[in-house]
Every structure is written in structure tokens, then in C-alpha cells.
């Protein structure tokens, strides 16, 4: 029964891009290899680690779309996991049933999430205006 999985793995931070750009093609052909069809590869970029992993702060985190079985999705993780550059990773059935030909296969993409730093500093500053409205009694 073909299903719609997403794999998302974070490469260690020491490959270079050429690097990470072989491992991509190679999860991908496994994926393939194995009866499925890439939907998507999203390339997120470089982030913070939530917690030090093999005594790394930073990764490449990437994002695997893609049709498959079960057979599918075991040999691509079985190949995560014995891959010494891939930190982490988790796959997540998206539905139970799916036709494979649903969905059209999509160019890989680049996706740079910027950090929400300045909405944080204008409630921020939102918020030190309230106090001191009440600290006036509501008078400025």
C-alpha cells in the first residue's frame, strides 16, 4: 500500500554543501530505488540545535517529501541511521492511502526562514508601554 511520508534529518555541520547535496541525491535514489516518488527536498538551511547532538550546536536541517511503502521508508532510515553525518531524524506517515500520481514532483528547494527576532522586540516594547500606563493610572 503506497502512503505519503515526510522525512526530516539534520546533517552534521562539518559537511560541506557538495557534501550535503551527495547525501540529498542519495536518499532520494534510495527512495526511488525502493518503489517510491519524490514529492519534494527542501533544504532548510543551517539552525540552532534545541540541544547539543554529538557535541554539535548547529546542523543543516532537510526536508524529504515523498510517496512509498513500507519498504520504503524502512531501508531510507536504515540508511540515516548508519549514516555517521546524519544527527537526527524522523519520518511521519501524512496519510493512510495515497495515488501516487496525486501529486506532481517538485524542484528541490532552498527555504530561509528568518528568525522572529523583531516581532519579539516590538512586543517587547509593547508591553513596557502598558506598564507604564499603569503605572500612570492610565494617564501619558
Do not use: C
Amino acid at each position: 500500500m503506497i502512503r505519503e511520508y515526510e522525512t526530516l534529518y539534520i546533517v552534521s555541520p562539518e559537511l560541506d554543501k557538495s557534501g550535503i547535496e551527495n547525501l540529498n541525491g542519495k536518499f532520494k535514489s534510495i527512495v526511488q530505488e525502493n518503489g517510491g516518488k519524490v514529492i519534494r527536498l527542501t533544504r532548510w538551511g543551517k539552525r540552532d540545535l534545541a540541544y547539543r547532538i554529538k557535541k554539535y550546536n548547529h546542523g543543516f536541517y532537510v526536508h524529504l517529501n515523498y510517496f512509498g511503502e513500507g519498504r520504503t521508508v524502512d531501508e531510507l532510515q536504515r540508511n540515516l541511521r548508519l549514516n555517521e553525518n546524519i544527527l537526527r531524524y524522523i519520518t511521519v506517515r501524512l496519510s493512510e492511502e495515497a495515488d501516487i500520481n496525486s501529486k506532481e514532483s517538485m524542484p528541490d528547494a532552498d527555504l530561509e526562514i528568518k528568525k522572529a527576532e523583531a516581532p519579539a522586540a516590538k512586543d517587547k516594547e509593547s508591553e513596557e508601554k502598558e506598564e507604564e500606563k499603569d503605572k500612570n493610572g492610565g494617564n501619558e
